[in-house]
């Protein structure tokens, strides 16, 4: 009997843990195929031990607010207001992966981003772009 109860426990655990990977799995996949990029601002940052903090940032997307919490090693530059892409799904804007390995152009700001995101990430020479656009004839 007790044989039996372990080969079902081990059954419910493997079914559950396939259940989660084919789950993320297609949100990857709905991300990779439809997502959307837009700015995060860092709003706060916590301590949770030496090497680790948890960072708190809120992006916009169709004029609604979100906000993402994320845990990472302490970096000096991450400071309050930075800036970070973030993927995120136009159905369900909640659905993100952050991308912290991309700088954000100092030029770029949360006002920058339009309404619905950008299909790809903004060019380098993007802030060329937007100081032509905001000069007056």
């Not at 419910?12 to 195929?33: A, M, Q, Y």
């Not at 940032?57 to 090693?73: D, I, K, L």
């Not at 800036?83 to 909640?94: G, K, Q, T, V």
């Not at 981003?113 to 950008?118: C, D, S």
Request: charged residues 25%.
């Amino acid at each position: 009997m007790k044989r039996k109860t372990e080969i079902v426990g081990i059954l419910i655990l493997i079914t559950l843990s396939v259940s989660l990977f084919l789950f993320n799995n297609k949100e990857v996949n709905e991300l990779d195929k439809d997502g959307v990029f837009v700015l995060g601002k860092l709003i706060s940052s916590t301590s949770e031990g030496e090497m680790s903090w948890v960072y708190r940032y809120e992006y916009y997307f169709n004029g609604n607010g979100y906000s993402r919490s994320f845990t990472g090693p302490v970096k000096a530059e991450i400071l309050r207001d930075s800036l970070m892409f973030f993927y995120i799904l136009p159905e369900s804007p909640s659905t993100c992966r952050q991308i912290s390995d991309v700088r954000v152009p100092v030029c770029l700001g949360l006002n920058d981003v339009p309404k619905y995101g950008w299909k790809e990430l903004p060019a380098n020479n993007i802030c060329d772009s937007i100081k032509h656009n905001n000069q007056r004839p």
